[in-house]
C-alpha cells in the first residue's frame, strides 16, 4: 500500500469521526431523538473522542455531550459514570476558547439537574479551572464558565460556598463590568445564586463591591439583564435589615420605580420582589419607600398585569401595613385596598388570593377607619366564600380566616357587618356580634336601623351556650332595647301573642 493510499484511509477516518459528531450533535438538539441515541450507547462512542487529534472533533463530541447531558438526568448521571468529567476538566485548562465553551457547557448541563451531579463536579476539581476561565480573553470563554457556576452554586448553600471558597465572586463582579451583555447577564444571574442562600455569602457578595455595579444597570435598555440585575439586589437584600439598607444606599430609588412600567413582565415582578424585600424589614425602610412613591408605583403595577406577576407586589403593600397604622393608612390612601380586593375577587390561582386576603388583613387590623376602609370594597363576603368553599386550598381558608378576624374585630361600620348575622359560620358570627354589642351601646341611630333591618330579628334566633362569650354579646345588645321589643323579635312571640288572644276574654 502506498503513503497516499495510507493517507487516504487516514483522511477518511477523520472524516467520518468528524461526520459522526457532527451528526450526534445535531441530533441532540430534537428530543424525540434523545432515547434512541441512549440506546445506541452514543454515550461511550462521544468519550474517546474528546481527546481526538483534531481540534473539531473534540469541540464537537463535547457539545454533542452537553446537549444530552442537557435533556435530563439520567443522561446527566451518565457523563458522571462515564468518567468523562475529569477529562473534561483536565482539557478546560489545556485546550482552546472553542474546546472551553463546549466543555463549561457541559458542565453546567451536568450540573443543572440535582445538588449531588452539581457535587460531583465539584468532587472532579472543576471549579478551579472554571475559575480560571472567568479570566480568560475571550468573553464567551467567560460567559460560559459563569453560567457553569451559577448553575452549580443555585442548589443549595454548600455548593454556594465551594464557588466562592474557589474565588468566583470578586471576577464574577469584574465581569458585570465588561461591556458585552451577554456576559453582564449571566454574571449578575450568578452572583443571584449565590446570594440567595445565607446572609454570609449575600455579605460576601457585597463585600466584593457588586452592589453599586449592579445598581448602575437597573436603567439598562435590555429587559433580561434588568431581570437578573433585578433578581440579584433581592437576594441580597433579603436576608436583613443591614443588607437591604446597603442595597438602598446604592440609589436604587426612586429609579426602580420605573422598571415597574416596563414592557417586560418579569422586569416588573423582580422590581416588585425587591421592593418588598426590602420593605418587609422595618417601618423605616417602608417609610422611605412610601416617601419615593413606591406604594402608589406598585399598585399600578399589580392593576397592569395578571397572575404570578402580581404576586410580589402584593405582598409588599401587606408588609408595608403591617408594620403601622400610618403606613398602613399610606396603602389605603393610594387606593391599594380596592386593587388587592379585585385580585381577590379575580384571580383564579389560590395562593395569590391567599396573599391578597392576608394583604387586607394587615391594612384592616389596626383602627376602625383601616377596618371600614377594607369593608366597604366589599372584600368581606368574598373573603367569607373563600373560607368556606370546599374548593379553597388550607392556606387560603386560614389566611381569609384569619383576614375576618383582624378586620372584624376593629370594624365598627355596621351595614358592611349585617350580612355576615346571616352567613357565618359560628367561629366567625362570635367576633360579628361582639361589634355589634360595642357600637349599638353609643349609636341611637345605628340601633334603630338595626331593628328596622331585621338584625334584632335574627340576634335572637342565634343559639349561644348559656354563659358562653356569645351570649354575652347578645345580652349586651338586648340591653339596649327595652324588654317589649327584645320580646317581640324573639322566636315565637307571635305564637305567644296568638296564645294570649285565644284566651282573653272580652268585655261585653
Known amino acids: 500500500m502506498s503513503q497516499r493510499q495510507v493517507l487516504q484511509v487516514f483522511e477518511q477516518y477523520q472524516k467520518a469521526r468528524t461526520q459522526f459528531v457532527q451528526m450526534v450533535a445535531e441530533l441532540a438538539t430534537r428530543p424525540q431523538n434523545i432515547e434512541t441515541l441512549q440506546n ?18 473534540q469541540q464537537t463530541a463535547a457539545l454533542a455531550l452537553g446537549r444530552l447531558a442537557n435533556y435530563n438526568d439520567d443522561l446527566a448521571e451518565a457523563v458522571v459514570k462515564g468518567d468523562i468529567l475529569p477529562q473534561l476538566v483536565y482539557s478546560l485548562a489545556e485546550q482552546n476558547r472553542f474546546y472551553k465553551k463546549a466543555a463549561a ?47 452549580i452554586a443555585r442548589h443549595n448553600g454548600e455548593l454556594s460556598q465551594a464557588v466562592v471558597d474557589a474565588g468566583a465572586v470578586p471576577l464574577l463582579v469584574l465581569c458585570i463590568q465588561e461591556p458585552e451583555i451577554a456576559l453582564k447577564r449571566i454574571a449578575a444571574s450568578a452572583l443571584s445564586d449565590i446570594s440567595k442562600h445565607s446572609p454570609e455569602l449575600a455579605q460576601t457578595v457585597v463585600d466584593a463591591g457588586a452592589i453599586a455595579h449592579l445598581a448602575q ?3 439598562n435598555l435590555d429587559a ?154 366589599n372584600a368581606l363576603p368574598i373573603l367569607l366564600s373563600l373560607y368556606m368553599s370546599q374548593d379553597s386550598s388550607e392556606d387560603l381558608q386560614i389566611k381569609s380566616k384569619k383576614a375576618i378576624k383582624n378586620i372584624l374585630q376593629k370594624c365598627t361600620y355596621l351595614p358592611a357587618l349585617e350580612p355576615f348575622l346571616y352567613d357565618a359560620p359560628p367561629n ?9 354589642s360595642k357600637v349599638l351601646p353609643h349609636d341611637s341611630k345605628a340601633r334603630r336601623l338595626f331593628v328596622t333591618s331585621g338584625g334584632l330579628k335574627k340576634v335572637q334566633e342565634i343559639k349561644a351556650e348559656p354563659g358562653s ?40
Open 224 to 377: 433580561k439583564l434588568k431581570r437578573q440585575v433585578l433578581s440579584a439586589l433581592s437576594q441580597i437584600a433579603k436576608h436583613s435589615v443591614d443588607l437591604a439598607e446597603m442595597v438602598v444606599e446604592a440609589e436604587i430609588f426612586p429609579v426602580v420605580l420605573t422598571c415597574l412600567k416596563d414592557k417586560d413582565e418579569y422586569v416588573k415582578k423582580n422590581a416588585s420582589t425587591l421592593i418588598r424585600e426590602i420593605a418587609k424589614h422595618t417601618p423605616e425602610l417602608s417609610q422611605l419607600i412610601v416617601n419615593a412613591g413606591g406604594v402608589a408605583a406598585v399598585i399600578d403595577c399589580i392593576g397592569s398585569c395578571k397572575g404570578n406577576i402580581r404576586l410580589p407586589g402584593i405582598m409588599m403593600l401587606g408588609y408595608v401595613a403591617a408594620h403601622s397604622e400610618n403606613l398602613a393608612m399610606a396603602v389605603i390612601i393610594s387606593k391599594g385596598v380596592p386593587q388587592l380586593a379585585v385580585c381577590l375577587s379575580e384571580e383564579s390561582e389560590d395562593h395569590i388570593k391567599a396573599a391578597a386576603a392576608w394583604a387586607l388583613g394587615q391594612i384592616g387590623r389596626h383602627t376602625p377607619e383601616h377596618a371600614r376602609a377594607v369593608a366597604m370594597t
Open 105 to 151: 457547557f457541559v458542565l453546567r448541563a451536568v450540573g443543572k439537574h440535582s445538588p449531588q451531579l452539581a457535587q460531583a463536579i465539584v468532587d472532579c476539581g472543576a471549579l478551579d479551572t472554571l475559575v480560571i476561565c472567568l479570566e480568560d480573553f475571550d468573553p464567551g470563554v467567560k460567559e460560559a464558565a459563569a453560567w457553569a457556576l451559577g448553575y
Open 469 to 508: 362569650l356569645l351570649q354575652e354579646y347578645i345580652n349586651n345588645i338586648n340591653n339596649c332595647y327595652p324588654e317589649e321589643i327584645v320580646r317581640y323579635y324573639s322566636p315565637g312571640y307571635s305564637e305567644t301573642l296568638l296564645q294570649r288572644v285565644d284566651s282573653y276574654q272580652p268585655l261585653i
Open 40 to 57: 445506541a450507547g452514543v454515550m461511550s462512542l462521544l468519550r474517546p473522542l474528546l481527546l481526538d487529534v483534531v481540534p473539531t472533533i
Open 428 to 436: 366567625i358570627l362570635k367576633h360579628v356580634v361582639g361589634q355589634f
Open 217 to 219: 444597570m437597573i436603567l
